[in-house]
Every structure is written in C-alpha cells, then in structure tokens.
C-alpha cells in the first residue's frame, strides 16, 4: 500500500537550475500539501490543493509553482532554485471531510549548491 | 493569524523517566492531531482530539485537549528508546481551511538509554 509517493527521495542541483519534485497518492483525496522542513521551523506550508485545477499559496509559496491537473498528481516546481530552498519538502494528502488527519510522503531531500 | 507553540523545543531524558511537551494556539480550536515522525522519517498521525477537556490514551502516550479548546498536551510514561523523534501538534487553520493545518514547531525527544 504506496499510499502517497515522493520522488525523487533525494535531488541535488545548482543554484538556478529549474527542479519538480513530484508526488502521487492513490487514495482519491481532495486535498494535498506541500510542505517545507527546516530545522527550528517545523513544517511550513508551501501550497495546498482542495482538488483538480484548485491550487492556493500557503505561508512561503515565494519561489514556488504547483499544478494539479489530476486528482492524484501534484508537482511542486522550484522554477529558479536558490540555496535558501535546501530543505526536506512533504507532500500530504486529506479527505475532503472535516478534521481529517494528513497522510504524508517519505519526502525529498532537496540540495542546491 | 493563527499562531500554535510548542515548548519546550528539545528535551532529553533518561530510559524510563516520564515526557511532556505542550502547545498552545492563539486562537480556539475545533480540534487538536498529533503526529510524530521518526529520526529521518516523516511525520505520521497519532491521534486528534475534538471535545473540550478530552483525555485519550495510547499505551503509554496520554494526550488531553484543555477545556477551553486553546491548548494540548502529550505525556509520554516511563519513555522507551523506540519513543524517540519529534512529536508535533497541529489545529485547523483558520478561515476557509480546505484541511489545512497550522503546526507547532514540534518537540525533538531523546532518550538515553
């Protein structure tokens, strides 16, 4: 049971280069995260999706592009990477229904050098 | 906006000895999940409380949503090495929430054997 599946699990690339990072859940949920982790500063929501083609910024979306043309998919483009976005990043998934716990990803590790 | 502490950030105890961590919203919530996620892994749900003044136990884990629905906390008795990790809290954020979660910045705990 993959559930939700991160890839790449860990990515380096330099600084401008354009990256997405990608995830997939099988479970037909409506909403979907993307969260950054950096130590001192818990998970920060990056964008969330409340379903197809309904995308929306979260607390630091600055540097950041989501698409969700795809129940199931959504990618996460960093269009012109800095260092400042070397971080673990978490996709998670939800039902639609009130108060439902997040399912998450195992998560990319991201360095740009 | 809505803002949810965690205290204390680390906290290192002995085999054995008991754990607490706290968090404290700035707002009323209609609910409280906590998720812990493993050194190197990546946060998994644990339980959500949703009545004022609510206690629920897991085994050795007593979580307790306070009576004014603005505070929680997690006790951890007689701490086993395989509790280690980083324990968060999260509540509803607010507004049109769309499942998404405000978290604590989360308590990283070790444990000496």
């Known amino acids: 049971d993959a559930g939700i599946t991160q890839s790449p699990r860990y990515k380096i690339t330099e600084t401008g280069r354009q990256v997405t990072l990608m995830c997939h859940q099988t479970?037909?949920?409506?909403?979907m995260f993307w969260y950054r982790q950096d130590l001192g500063h818990g998970l920060r929501l990056i964008y969330y999706?409340?379903?197809?083609?309904?995308?929306d910024k979260g607390e630091v979306p600055d540097g950041y592009v989501v698409s969700r043309s795809k129940t199931e998919n959504f990618p996460l483009t960093l269009e012109s990477a800095t260092r400042s976005q070397t971080s673990v990043y978490f996709c998670?998934?939800?039902?639609?229904?009130?108060?439902?716990?997040?399912?998450f990803g195992d998560g990319t590790r991201l360095s740009i050098l | 906006g809505q803002q949810v502490m965690q205290i204390p950030q680390y906290q290192h105890v002995q085999e054995g000895e008991d754990f607490t961590t706290y968090c404290n919203s700035s707002?009323?919530?209609?609910?409280i999940q906590w998720y812990k996620q493993r050194p190197g892994g990546h946060p998994v749900f644990l339980i959500q409380?949703?009545?004022?003044?609510e206690v629920k136990k897991q085994k050795r884990l007593t979580f307790q949503f306070g009576e004014a629905k603005k505070n929680s906390s997690l006790h951890i008795t007689a701490t086993q090495t395989t509790d280690v990790g980083t324990y968060f809290c999260?509540?509803?954020?607010?507004?049109?929430?769309?499942?998404?979660?405000?978290f604590g910045q989360g308590t990283i705990l070790t444990v000496h054997p």
């Open positions: 998670a998934s939800s039902e639609r229904e009130w108060n439902q716990p997040q399912h």
């Open positions: 479970w037909s949920h409506s909403y």
């Open positions: 999706s409340a379903a197809a083609d309904i995308t």
């Open positions: 707002t009323t919530l209609s609910n």
């Open positions: 409380l949703v009545k004022s003044g």
């Open positions: 999260a509540g509803p954020a607010g507004g049109t929430s769309y499942g998404k979660l405000t």
